[in-house]
């Protein structure tokens, strides 16, 4: 869905913010504390994030975010989540419960999009494609 309203450059950019992102979550939430080398890493991620902030400040009619950012920004913000996540599996949870788990979590966070989708432009019908061959 990002990709239909902002550019692949916007995206790549926004991108580059995981690490920060993740770095602040696992700081907030985890208590953990970043080691010299982490912080070195992400002084050289928050050069990507913030050259987009800088270009925008030189073109005050690109200063919105598009639709796209705000899809690229969750998007973002959802991948260090389930990064942060499968650091905290416990040892003794299979590998595949917790698979099936975290499946289960985000097919649940994909029901209300699915729900908005199909109020606001309804459900496209999806048929399989044919795997007799043509006869052209």
């Known amino acids: 869905q990002a990709g239909h309203t902002t550019d692949a450059t916007n995206m790549s950019l926004l991108a580059t913010a995981s690490p920060i992102v993740m770095a602040a979550i696992a700081h907030l939430f985890l208590r953990e504390r970043l080691s010299r080398f982490q912080f070195f890493g992400l002084c050289g991620a928050s050069v990507g994030s913030s050259s987009r902030v800088a270009r925008q400040a030189r073109h005050p009619s ?75």
Do not use: E, H, N
């Not at 796209?68 to 650091?87: H, K, N, P, Q, T």
């Not at 788990?101 to 999009?113: A, C, K, Y």
């Open 62 to 136: 690109r200063a919105a975010l598009a639709q796209g950012d705000l899809w690229m920004l969750l998007s973002v913000f959802l991948f260090a989540v389930y990064s942060l996540m499968l650091r905290c599996r416990p040892k003794t949870f299979p590998q595949k419960a917790f698979l099936a788990l975290l499946i289960g979590i985000g097919v649940l966070g994909l029901i209300p999009p699915l729900l908005w989708q199909a109020a606001d432009t309804g459900l496209s019908r999806w048929t399989a494609p044919s795997s007799a061959p043509s006869s052209t």
